[in-house]
């Protein structure tokens, strides 16, 4: 399991995150402070921490400092300014990364998994993902069925790659729409049929493995294909 630890004083952002981040499957401890922070990290293991600069008690850049002491924990570090020597001081404390306020949540969780996939969290098996004849190789950003590739657009393959790991989860079209297009879209829910649609198409024989949930939305179905 996946632990992050997010640390922001801000409570409307920490729900933000934890909202965008459900379908991770990620477990979130939530910290309003600094010294909070540095109490729950000697308590428990954490896969990546998240951390606001601008914090009451104990700000980020010293929370930081005493962290990297003894442990070299990926850090993403949230910051309301993007100036260079922000960004110079926090690579000379050990951050790995920054996201300048406002951010896009999308970005941030990008971001996040590319710094478990490089900090050796997330391993290559758990990268690649097989069900029967259909294999995605998510670093690579491939889908083969039958050891073949099948091109797909780039919704098309989020789409695919998001069900893929959370086999046996409904979803709305709504919670679709909000994790493959983001929060900031507008447009029609039926968007998200049309594109499923497209997708079964290009899946052949692996069309069932996304099953229609009367009612609610879709989800995937391992056991679908041949």
């Known amino acids: 399991m996946i632990h992050i630890l997010l640390v922001d004083d801000d409570p409307h952002i920490r729900t933000i995150i934890r909202e965008y981040a459900q379908a991770e499957d990620w477990q979130f401890t939530e910290a309003g402070n600094g010294e909070e922070a540095l109490r729950l990290f000697s308590e428990q293991v954490f896969s990546l921490v998240i951390l606001d600069v601008m914090m009451p008690k104990l700000d980020g850049w010293a929370t930081l400092k005493l962290l990297r002491k003894d442990n070299t924990v990926p850090v993403i570090l949230l910051t309301a300014r993007d100036e260079e020597y922000d960004r110079l001081l926090g690579f000379e404390l050990g951050v790995d990364d920054y996201v300048s306020k406002p951010f896009s949540p999308r970005e941030l969780i990008a ?27 998510l ?42 297009w983001g929060y900031d879209y507008f447009g029609d829910s039926r968007t998200v049929d049309t ?22 939305g879709y989800r995937f179905d391992a056991g679908g294909g041949k």
């Open 195 to 216: 594109h499923i649609r497209s997708l079964r198409d290009k899946m052949g024989d692996c069309r069932t493995m996304i099953a229609t949930v009367w009612g609610t």
């Open 139 to 180: 670093a690579a950003h491939s889908v083969t069925i039958d050891g073949e590739s099948i091109a797909l657009t780039p919704k098309e393959y989020d789409l695919l790659a998001f069900f893929a790991a959370r086999p046996g989860k409904a979803f709305t079209r709504d919670q679709l729409l909000n994790n493959i």
């Open 111 to 137: 971001r996040m998994n590319a710094l478990l996939k490089r900090s050796g969290v997330l391993t290559h098996d758990q990268q690649v993902l097989v069900f029967d004849n259909l294999t995605l190789d």
